[in-house]
C-alpha cells in the first residue's frame, strides 16, 4: 500500500484518490485516539452541533433518511452522515439532504488535508479511510452550518470513529450478527459495542431486539443514566397494508398517534424504521406535543432508500436491495412476499468475501425460483465460483447459473425472469441482491434514479 496522501485537490477524483490511499473500511485498529486528534486540531467541529446517532445490524441508512426528512420538514438545516456509499463517494455526506457536489467535496477534503498529515505523523497509524471521512464530514457541517446532523455509524459504536459526538438521541436498529469477526460472534458481545454511542443523558430509541441484545443495552442505559423509549411499548408501528408504491402505516409515537401516512417503501422492516425515525424526532425536541400530521404526511411522502428495494427497471422488473446478511435477507424475502407478486423471481447474487454467504442464500432460497451466481468488481468480493458451491449446496444444480461478469449476469436473470412462469399473466422478475457495492454496480449499470 502506498504512503497516505495529504495534500490538497483540484478535483473529486483526486479527493477520492487520497482518500483510498488510506486504510480501508475493512482494516481496523480499534481506538478512538487518532479521530479525536484530527477533530481536536479542526477546532472540535463536532461539538458545533447537535445530532441524532445511529448503530444495528440493519436498517441505518434508511433510518437516518427518515430523521432527516423529519427535521427539514420542521425547517432545520441538516447534515447527514451515512456508509457505505451505494454508487459515489461524496453520497456519505449530505447537507439539507442533498449529497455534497464535486466542489463541495473537493473543499471539504482541502479544509482538512494539512490536519491529516499532522496526525499521520504523530501516531503509530495513519488515519484512516473511514476517519479522514468522518472528519470531513464534521467539517463541512460545522462550516454550513447545520442545526443537526444526522449520523450513521461505519461499524460498531464504541471505537467507531463517528463516535466523538455527545449525541442528543441515540437509535439502535435490530441487532444481529454480522461483521463477527471485528464485533464478536455473539449478538451480546455485537450488542455491547453498538451500545457505546449511548451518552449520558441522553434518549435511547431502541427497536425491536432480542433478549439479549436488549439486556445490554439497557445495562449501558442505565450505567449512563440515559433514558430508553422502546417499539412495542413506547412507540410503534399500530397497523400497516401494502398499497400501490409503497404501504399505507399508523403510527404511535412518543407524543401522539400519526394515521395514514402513505410510505412510498416497501417491507414491515421499514414501517418499523418510520417508527424509530418518527421517536427519534419526537425526542429530539422533547415537550408534550406531537408533530403536525400534515408534517409527518408530507415528510414521509418523499421518502427515498436507494438500493433498498428499490425498482430500476420494468419489463421485466428489476428490483434492487442491499441485504448482505441473513437478517437483511429474511427482511427483503418478506417484504417481497408481502408487497408483490412476482412469478418467477430471479436472484443475481454477489456478496463480499468475509460475509456469511450460506445464511444469506438459505434466508432466499424459498423465494427464488433461480439464483445467476455473479461478483463485484472490487478485490473483497466473494470469486463467483467460490459463491456457487455453497448455492449449489442450498438451492441444488438445477437452480444455479454462474456468470461471473455482473452486467452479463443481469441479462441472463432478466432473460430467465422474461421467459418463466406457468402462464401468460404471470410477472417475473430479477432481484440483485448480496451487497451494497453489487447493488451500487448494478445500480449505475441500470440507471438507478437518485
Do not use: C
Not at 176 to 183: K, M, V, W
Not at 243 to 267: K, N
Not at 273 to 287: I, K, P, R, S
Not at 334 to 347: E, K, R, V, Y
Request: zero cysteines; charged letters at 20%; hydrophobic letters at 45%.
Amino acid at each position: 500500500m502506498t504512503e497516505p496522501v495529504a495534500r490538497p485537490a483540484e478535483t473529486f477524483a483526486e479527493a477520492e484518490d487520497a482518500l483510498l490511499s488510506r486504510w480501508p473500511e475493512t482494516r481496523l485498529e480499534p481506538s478512538l485516539d487518532r479521530i479525536r486528534a484530527f477533530t481536536e486540531l479542526l477546532g472540535d467541529p463536532n461539538a458545533a452541533f447537535r445530532s441524532i446517532h445511529l448503530t444495528g445490524t440493519n436498517g441505518k441508512t434508511s433510518t437516518a433518511r427518515m430523521i432527516d426528512a423529519l427535521l427539514r420538514a420542521l425547517d432545520l438545516r441538516t447534515g447527514r452522515f451515512t456508509s457505505p456509499h451505494v454508487e459515489k463517494m461524496s453520497e456519505r455526506i449530505s447537507i439539507d439532504g442533498e449529497p455534497l457536489d464535486d466542489d463541495a467535496f473537493v473543499r471539504a477534503f482541502n479544509d482538512v488535508a494539512p490536519y491529516m498529515g499532522l496526525v499521520d505523523a504523530a501516531g503509530d497509524h495513519p488515519l484512516s479511510f473511514f476517519e479522514a471521512v468522518v472528519g470531513m464530514a464534521y467539517g463541512a457541517f460545522a462550516d454550513a452550518p447545520v442545526d443537526v446532523a444526522v449520523v450513521e455509524v461505519g461499524m460498531g459504536g464504541s471505537w467507531d470513529a463517528t463516535n466523538v459526538i455527545d449525541a442528543d438521541v441515540a437509535v439502535i436498529t435490530p441487532i444481529a450478527i454480522d461483521h463477527a469477526n471485528f464485533l464478536g460472534g455473539t449478538v451480546s458481545a455485537i450488542a455491547r459495542e453498538k451500545a457505546g454511542i449511548i451518552k449520558p443523558g441522553a434518549v435511547v430509541v431502541v427497536a425491536q431486539q432480542s433478549a439479549e441484545a436488549a439486556a445490554v443495552i439497557l445495562e449501558r442505559a442505565t450505567e449512563v443514566g440515559a433514558t430508553l423509549v422502546r417499539e412495542g411499548l413506547e412507540f410503534g408501528v399500530v397497523t400497516r397494508s401494502p398499497a400501490v408504491g409503497g404501504q399505507m402505516i399508523d403510527l404511535q409515537g412518543l407524543r401522539g398517534r400519526y394515521d395514514e401516512i402513505f410510505l412510498p417503501l416497501y417491507g414491515v422492516h421499514q414501517a418499523q424504521n418510520a417508527a424509530a425515525a418518527l421517536a427519534a424526532v419526537e425526542a429530539f425536541f422533547g415537550g408534550d406535543e406531537p408533530l403536525s400530521d400534515e408534517l409527518v404526511r408530507a415528510a414521509f411522502a418523499e421518502m427515498t432508500s436507494p438500493g433498498r428495494l428499490e425498482i430500476v427497471r420494468r419489463s421485466p422488473t428489476i428490483v434492487l436491495d442491499a441485504a448482505h446478511n441473513p437478517h437483511g435477507a429474511e427482511a427483503t424475502a418478506a417484504a417481497l412476499d408481502d408487497s408483490f407478486q412476482f412469478s418467477p423471481l430471479i436472484g443475481v447474487i454477489g456478496v463480499m468475501g468475509d460475509k456469511d454467504a450460506e445464511g444469506l442464500l438459505a434466508a432466499f432460497e424459498p423465494h427464488l425460483e433461480h439464483v445467476v451466481i455473479t461478483q463485484n468488481s472490487t478485490a473483497r468480493a466473494m470469486p463467483a465460483e467460490q459463491l456457487a458451491v455453497t448455492a449449489r449446496e442450498v438451492f441444488g444444480e438445477d437452480r444455479v447459473s454462474v456468470v461471473p461478469v455482473l452486467a452479463d449476469a443481469i441479462d441472463e436473470a432478466a432473460g430467465r425472469a422474461e421467459s418463466g412462469g406457468d402462464d401468460a399473466l404471470s410477472s417475473g422478475a430479477v432481484l440483485v441482491t448480496g451487497s451494497v457495492v453489487t447493488v451500487g454496480e448494478a445500480r449505475v449499470l441500470l440507471g438507478g434514479n437518485k
